[in-house]
């Protein structure tokens, strides 16, 4: 954790663009109540495919225009064409974005081809090559491995790539465990990878939906963790506490560690998140 340590902390949260009118309304309010706490950057997903491409625009130019935050909009590649991504990083220069996550991406149910693009180092080199050093580059990282990947060394190659293609930073998949990240950051030092690689931090409020999110992402639930949440049953107020509890504490430790800084997972939601960052000493 060495390395880490001799970068400033960031912090930063994660939405997803809303469907709904009142949705836009609902992230606004988060949104303003999350810039309260002096974020570095609120990033916006992507959906599979570039199925979201309109409405991540129109998120990330309502938080550049209105929050006074840097937005950082993801840009997933799987799917997609040259001209394609082309077109949105001209048009992200235009709205003066300077910072992007940089994915590789799912394929949308029932696309067979995956595109000009096959893994996200590609698109990171592309970016590059097409913008130069206009934007902040940001890649995935995963402390406990891509639920894709046939282990974890290839894995862990495979962020060398993205690194070596020219990302700034990394963040990675949540994960309830500290010792898959400081592990991770270890095995990234003994192969030379040297770049802020921030941990994801994705809060508990609903036991099912974390399990099924999980489970398709490959971010492992500790044993323990899973067994006091089933426990619970559907009293959510004690989830909510025991999450609360549980994740702050991990955010503490790996901030102590040395650890530059957390990117929330925020489901659109600030109060969870605002539970969590209440308890911790950040530093700021």
Known sequence: MESQKKYPRV??????????????????????????????????????????????????????????????????CVGSTRDSIREILDAYRREGIRHIVALRGDLPSGMGRAGEFRYANELVEF??????????????????FHPQAPNAEVDLLNFKRKVEAGADSAITQYFYNPYAYYHFIERCEQLGIDLPIVPGIMPITNYTQLARFSDMCG???????????????????????????????????????GAPGLHFYTMN???????????LDTGT
């Open 269 to 279: 939601q600030a109060a969870p998140v605002l539970a969590v960052w209440n308890r």
């Open 127 to 144: 970016i590059r090559a097409e913008t130069g050093d206009h934007f902040h580059i940001e890649v995935a990282a995963y402390p406990e």
């Open 219 to 257: 971010a492992e639930i500790p044993r323990w963790i899973r067994k006091r949440l089933e426990a619970y049953g559907d009293d959510r107020a004690s989830i909510r506490a025991f999450g609360e509890e549980i994740v702050a504490e991990m955010c503490q430790a790996l901030l102590d560690a």
């Open 11 to 76: 912090y930063s949260f994660e939405f997803f663009p809303p469907k709904t009118e009142e949705g836009v309304a609902r992230l606004r309010q988060t949104r303003e109540q999350l810039a309260r706490l002096e974020p570095r950057f609120f990033s916006v997903t992507f959906g599979a495919g570039g199925s979201t491409r309109e409405r991540t625009f129109e998120t990330v130019r309502d938080i550049q225009q209105e929050s006074g935050i840097e937005a950082a909009p993801h840009l997933s």
